[in-house]
C-alpha cells in the first residue's frame, strides 16, 4: 500500500487499540506509559496525541494535563471509561478535541481521528497485481467517507 503520511500521532496506553488507525495516513509512534511518551515529545515531531485518561503510570488525565501546558495547541483524543461522567466532564473540560469511551467501536474511532486531523475523504492506494517490465495495476480504496 502506499501512502503518503500527512501526521505524526503519539498513542499513548492503548493496548493495541491503535490498529485500525494504520489504515490512516499517518505515522504511529506507540507508546504504553506517560514516561515514554514525555520522552517521545522531547525526540519526536508529533502533530496529535491519543490517550487514555488514567494511564498505568499517571492516572486521573496528568500525562494530558502536563501535556497542555508544555503543548497547549496540540490536538489531542481522549478515552475514558464508559459510564464514568467524572472522567468524561474533566477530559472535556481540560479542553480534549475529542473524547471516546473504551467501548468505542473502530470505525467511530477512525473517523473522529480524521476529523480531528482534518484528513477529508482519504484514499489508499493498494498495489493489487505487479509484473516484472510492465505496470502495476492499482485498486483504490475509499477509507473515510
Known amino acids: 500500500m502506499i501512502v503518503l503520511v500527512q501526521a505524526n500521532v503519539l498513542t499513548v496506553g492503548l493496548n493495541g487499540k491503535n490498529e485500525v488507525l494504520r489504515e490512516l495516513p499517518i ?8 514516561a515514554e511518551a514525555a520522552r517521545s515529545l ?6 496529535s496525541v491519543i ?10 488525565g496528568w500525562f494530558l494535563k ?8 496540540i ?3 481522549v478515552f475514558v471509561r464508559a459510564g464514568d461522567r467524572a472522567q468524561e466532564i474533566a477530559a472535556r473540560s481540560f479542553g480534549a478535541s475529542a473524547v471516546l469511551t473504551d467501548e468505542a467501536g ?6 473522529t481521528v480524521a476529523n480531528v486531523l482534518g484528513l ?10 505487479s509484473t516484472e517490465g ?3 495495476r492499482y485498486e483504490k480504496e475509499k477509507i473515510i467517507k
Open 27 to 34: 505515522r504511529l509512534v506507540t507508546m504504553q506509559s506517560a
Open 42 to 47: 522531547r525526540s519526536e515531531k508529533i502533530d
Open 51 to 60: 490517550s487514555k485518561w488514567d494511564l498505568d503510570d499517571m492516572e486521573d
Open 66 to 73: 502536563r501535556l497542555r501546558v508544555v503543548k497547549p495547541d
Open 75 to 77: 490536538p489531542t483524543i
Open 106 to 111: 473502530d470505525e467511530l474511532f477512525q473517523k
Open 120 to 129: 477529508k475523504d482519504i484514499v489508499s492506494i493498494k498495489t493489487i497485481s
Open 134 to 136: 510492465k505496470k502495476s
